[in-house]
């Protein structure tokens, strides 16, 4: 365990840097999906984040009438699908080539653009900069009953980026999501600053090259 107060000190600090140096893409990114498809610029989902409960911060999640591993928040992104990618409500993965994302919408996934808003939700303390990727409530009920393992991930905030992230590339299975797991784990066992730090540089290539990203 590390100081939570050290932690979300430089993570505000380093989302408030974030969000002033890409301003300008912002700008342009909201502009350029408001002009090519019809609906809204951020799309929100509802996401599952920290479990408290080990720790005894929030005893009221053992009371929730569906157990789901953590807090759910509500996730922001700029759209990269049609507004009727999941017209009947059912979770679905993207698949390489979906034909549901949107000309722009394929790019800001190639390049992970469309998840700058997030810097949004580390501001409001859902996230950190670096974790596991958070999932939808009804795929981690699912993952969970396939990966053993899987619910330890929520053991430490979500981060807009992670150790699976810059390894890997998007799920298309569940091996895929195996394979995230381990890497997520071993983030879990390992964390510190200097590795966020490590993180987070590792992130840069990865948006530049389009590594990973579809």
Do not use: C
């Not at 939570?4 to 999906?33: C, K, M, Q």
């Not at 993965?93 to 979906?98: E, F, H, N, V």
């Not at 549901?100 to 997030?118: C, K």
């Amino acid at each position: 365990r590390r100081s939570e107060t050290a932690s979300r000190v430089v993570n505000v600090v380093l989302a408030l840097l974030l969000i002033v140096v890409t301003a300008p893409i912002f700008a342009i990114v909201a502009l350029l999906v408001k002009l090519t498809s019809p609906g809204p610029v951020i799309y929100t989902q509802t996401r599952v984040g920290l479990d408290r409960r080990r720790r005894g911060d929030d005893a009221s999640l053992d009371r929730r009438g569906r157990d789901v591993g953590g807090r759910p928040f509500t996730i922001y992104k700029f759209r990269s699908m049609r507004t009727d990618a999941e017209a009947d409500g059912r979770a679905v993965w993207a698949t390489k080539g979906d034909p549901r994302v949107t000309p722009v919408g394929r790019v800001l996934r190639a390049t992970r653009l469309d998840e700058l808003p997030q810097l949004f939700n580390v501001l409001r303390g859902d996230m950190n900069l670096v974790g596991p990727r958070p999932e939808r409530p009804d795929l981690v009920v699912e993952l969970r009953t396939h990966i053993a393992e899987y619910q330890a991930r929520h053991r430490v905030k979500p981060g807009l980026t992670g150790w699976a992230q810059v390894n890997r590339a998007y799920d298309e299975t569940i091996d895929d999501v195996r394979q995230k797991v381990h890497y997520d784990l071993e983030y879990v066992r390992r964390q510190s600053l200097w590795k966020d730090l490590r993180i987070l540089a590792r992130t840069i290539p990865v948006v530049l090259f389009r590594k990973g990203g579809w």
